[in-house]
Structure formats: C-alpha cells, structure tokens
C-alpha cells in the first residue's frame, strides 16, 4: 500500500521512485542516506536499501519531514519540505525543496562569516525558542580545526539572497 505524508503528489513520487530505482539521477552521499537532485526538488533516500529495515528508514523519513515543516512554519530558514513516499518492498524517500547555490560553511570568506554568525545564532535561537533541540549542525568560527569540519554542518550559505539555509533534520528533536 502507497503511504504519502504531506503535499507530495502521487505521480510525482512515482516518477522519482522508478527514477531512483534506475539510478539516473546524480546523487551527493551522505552516511545513511542520499540525496538526488531533480529539477527544484532533493529526493532523499536511505544509502544500501534494505527490505528488512523499511519501517526504520520510513520512521526517520518522516521525522525529518516533521522537524523540517514545523521548522518552516515558525520562520525558520530551512528548506521546504513536500512529502515522504513510502511504499513497502520499494526504496522510501523524502522530497524537500532543492537549495540552489549553497556554498559549504568552510568555503566562506571572513566578511561572509560575520554575516553568516550572525543568521546561524539567530537561527538556532529561534528553532531552541520553540522547543527544538538541533542536531548536527554547529558554526566553526574562527577554529581551524572546526572549520575542516564545518563541511558536514548540515546547513549552507546561499550568496546571492544572503541567507544561512539548514537541509538536514535527522538528528533534530523536540523538548
């Protein structure tokens, strides 16, 4: 039976699971999960699909889905989210708006930084002010050995609309 979670339309989410099954579209690899890009949307999927695990990765999907949406609803600079599709012997997936021109935390330039710092804290703030908990996101600032791993922040700059953008909700909760 076809599961959707949100405003995710069916024919769309047929489209990108037969997509994905295909492997046609190019894909950025996380740990867990990927995440393919096509047209404005990310389609994110678990990496290794495993029939035994459906439940798990449809679970962590949709708390993603959740986290992300209430995050949008409060303001917060998140990416869109648009629904989880899940359908049992099928890979499940979650589409979010795709961030066009997000440049990684370490590649910032230092003017860059003190507007970016100044967005990151507001923007935690925010998510904290509200009963969220965020995961694996942090600022490095002026620590060089941060700064090597700031790629792996969970979150991005997008230079043209000055705005510090977060993409990954799988470690967020809620208090």
Not at 4 to 22: Q, T, V
Not at 26 to 45: C, M, P, Q, W
Not at 50 to 58: H, L
């Amino acid at each position: 039976m076809v599961n959707i979670i949100g405003n995710l339309d069916l024919e769309l989410a047929k489209h990108y699971s037969r997509l994905l099954e295909e492997g046609v579209l190019h894909e950025e690899i996380g740990s867990n999960y990927s995440v393919a890009f096509a047209g404005e949307d990310a389609i994110k999927f678990p990496i290794g699909f495993n029939p035994k695990k459906f439940d798990k990765y449809a679970e962590e999907l949709v708390h993603q889905f959740n986290v992300g949406s209430r995050l949008s609803e409060i303001g917060f600079q998140g990416c869109k989210m648009h629904g989880v599709y899940s359908e049992k012997g099928e890979v499940p997936f979650l589409v979010m708006e795709r961030i066009f021109g997000l440049i990684k935390p370490h590649e910032l330039n230092m003017n860059e930084r003190k507007i970016v710092k100044k967005q990151y804290d507001e923007q935690i703030n925010l998510a904290k002010s509200y009963g969220f908990i965020p995961g694996d996101v942090y600022f490095a600032g002026e620590n060089p050995d941060l700064q090597k791993l700031s790629h792996e922040a969970n979150w991005g700059f997008q230079r043209k609309k000055r705005l510090v953008r977060f993409f990954d909700f799988s470690d967020w909760g809620f208090e």
